[in-house]
């Protein structure tokens, strides 16, 4: 359950990541975009994995 709870977002990420790649202009940098958007993933990711861990 854990594997698939860190994995996920990881997943999400780059899929982020290869979307923003394929639609952004050059000058503008997707791996950038793509860390913003995948703080987001992570924080839902830490608190998913709190309340796996703590069980409340």
Request: hydrophobic share 60%.
């Amino acid at each position: 359950m854990l594997v698939y709870i860190v994995s996920f977002p990881l997943i999400l990420w780059f899929m982020v990541y290869m979307i923003l790649r394929k639609i952004t202009p050059k000058s503008i940098n997707s791996f950038k975009l793509a860390c913003d958007a995948g703080v987001i993933l992570w924080f839902y990711a830490c608190s998913i994995l709190l309340e796996a861990i703590v069980g409340v």
